[in-house]
Nanobody, 124 residues
Framework: QVQLVESGGGLVQAGGSLRVSCAAN????????MGWFRQGPEKEREFVAA????????DYADSVEGRFTISRDDAENTVYLQMNSLKPEDTAVYYC?????????????????WGQGTQVTVSS
């Protein structure tokens, strides 16, 4: 089973940018749809963005559309989330997840494997 490890979180001021990465081991990465979710303090884990195998289909939550960009590099077995114009409400632990489904989903149950998360804190 693939394992996922996130990195790149940290502290940034409002309006700034940050890129988080998710590295996967195993030979099946290119066949997986990948997603990013986040969980803020005392909040439910919520969908952020997802990308299909091959990067053909991309989906964003309304709250990050136009500010965040998801991408993948199958040669490096890595999926990225570039976050621009960050706001304090983006503060959360960011998780990547892998799905064997053809299309990337927005629901947690659609994903089979999860990383341990990386903390992103946006100061005002």
């Amino acid at each position: 089973q693939v394992q996922l490890v996130e990195s790149g979180g940290g502290l940034v001021q409002a309006g700034g940018s940050l890129r988080v990465s998710c590295a996967a081991n195993g030979p099946t990465f290119s066949r997986l749809a990948m997603g990013w979710f986040r969980q803020g303090p005392e909040k439910e884990r919520e969908f952020v963005a997802a990308i299909s195998r091959g990067g053909i289909i991309i989906d964003y939550a309304d709250s990050v559309e136009g500010r965040f960009t998801i991408s993948r590099d199958d040669a490096e077995n890595t999926v990225y989330l570039q976050m621009n114009s960050l706001k304090p409400e983006d503060t959360a632990v960011y998780y990547c997840a892998a799905s064997s489904a053809t299309l990337p989903g927005r629901r947690r149950y659609e994903y089979d494997v999860w990383g341990q998360g990386t903390q992103v804190t946006v100061s005002s």
